[in-house]
C-alpha cells in the first residue's frame, strides 16, 4: 500500500477553512490552499453563506392538545473561529468529506433553542389561537432567539424563522373543521332559499301585473260596451227622430192620395226595382 506523505488542499471561495498542525493553527481563511502533510494535518471547512433549515417538531398547548409546528429557519455564521472552537467541521481534505459532527450539530443546537422559545409561548395559550398565530410566532420567537447570548457566544445569527404550518391532530382538525363546515352549508341554504324566494316573488309579481293587464283590458270592453250601447241607443233614437218627422209631413193628407204619391216614388225609383206586383185593390181606390 502506497501512502502519500504530502498533499495540496484548495479549499471552497465561499467556505471558511482552518488548517492545524499538531493542534497548532497554521492557516485560516476563506479559500485556503496550501500543501499539507496528511498524517499531522486537520483541515476544518465551515461554510459562510446562508443556510437555511426545515423542521417539524409537537408540543402541546395550553388545554393540552397537540400541535405540530413545521417551518424553515435561516441561519449563517458571524465568528467562523469560534464555531470551529465549539463544532467539528474537519474533513477529508483529499474529498472535501466531512469527518467531524459539526454539520449536523450546529443546525440541531438552532433548532432546540427554537423549539425552547416555542415551547414557552404554545404552553401559554389554547390550540385555536395557536393555530391562527403563525406570524406573531415567527416573529415573537426571533426576537428572542436574536436577544439569546447563546448563539453570540457560538458565532451564529438567525436571521429569519418562519412557522409554515401548525396543526392540530387529524380528528381534532375535523372536529374544528365541523362548526366551519356547517356554517358555510348554512349559507348555502340560506342562499338557495333566497333565490327561491326571489323566483317565488318574482312570478308572483309577473302573475299580479298579468291580472292587473286583465283587470285594464276588461274594464276597457265594459267602456267600450256600454259606449257601443249609446251609440245605437242615439243612432236609433235619430232614425226614430227622423222618422216622425218625415210621417209628420203627410199629417192631413187623405188616403188616396197617400197611396198616389208612394206609387209616384215607386216609379221615381223604378231602376232599382227588380220585379213589383201591384195588385188590383191598390189601384182600385185610386181617382181619375
Do not use: W
Not at 68 to 94: C, M, R, W
Not at 118 to 140: H, K, W, Y
Amino acid at each position: 500500500m502506497v501512502q502519500n506523505f504530502i498533499g495540496y488542499f484548495k479549499g471552497e471561495p465561499t467556505h471558511h477553512q482552518r488548517m492545524t498542525v499538531n493542534g497548532k493553527v497554521v492557516a485560516t481563511g476563506k479559500g485556503l490552499a496550501c500543501i499539507y502533510f496528511p498524517f499531522r494535518t486537520n483541515v476544518e471547512s465551515l461554510a459562510m453563506t446562508a443556510l437555511d433549515q426545515p423542521f417539524s417538531f409537537k408540543e402541546i398547548t395550553a388545554d393540552n392538545q397537540e400541535a405540530t409546528l413545521q417551518g424553515t429557519f435561516v441561519y449563517n455564521v458571524k465568528e467562523p473561529s469560534v464555531v470551529l472552537d465549539h463544532y467539528n467541521f474537519a474533513i477529508d481534505p483529499h474529498t472535501g468529506v466531512y469527518k467531524g459532527d459539526g454539520p449536523q450539530k450546529m443546525p440541531d443546537a438552532v433548532l432546540e433553542m427554537i423549539r425552547a422559545k416555542t415551547r414557552a409561548i404554545v404552553q401559554g395559550r389554547p390550540l385555536e389561537e395557536i393555530l391562527m398565530a403563525s406570524t406573531e410566532l415567527s416573529d415573537t420567537v426571533l426576537e428572542g432567539i436574536q436577544r439569546a447570548s447563546l448563539f453570540k457566544e457560538r458565532g451564529l445569527v438567525v436571521d429569519v424563522i418562519h412557522f409554515s404550518s401548525i396543526a392540530p391532530k387529524r380528528e381534532i382538525a375535523a372536529g374544528l373543521e365541523t362548526p366551519y363546515r356547517e356554517s358555510l352549508l348554512a349559507r348555502a341554504d340560506e342562499a338557495s332559499y333566497a333565490r327561491r324566494a326571489a323566483a317565488v316573488e318574482k312570478e308572483r309579481a309577473i302573475k299580479e301585473n298579468e291580472l292587473a293587464t286583465d283587470v285594464q283590458l276588461e274594464r276597457g270592453r265594459v267602456d267600450l260596451i256600454a259606449l257601443q250601447a249609446r251609440n245605437i241607443e242615439a243612432e236609433a233614437q235619430a232614425k226614430a227622430k227622423a222618422l216622425k218627422l218625415e210621417l209628420e209631413a203627410f199629417e192631413g193628407i187623405d188616403a188616396e192620395k197617400l197611396r198616389a204619391h208612394a206609387l209616384y216614388l215607386l216609379g221615381k225609383n223604378a231602376e232599382n226595382i227588380g220585379t213589383l206586383t201591384i195588385v188590383p185593390e191598390v189601384l182600385a181606390g185610386l181617382k181619375s
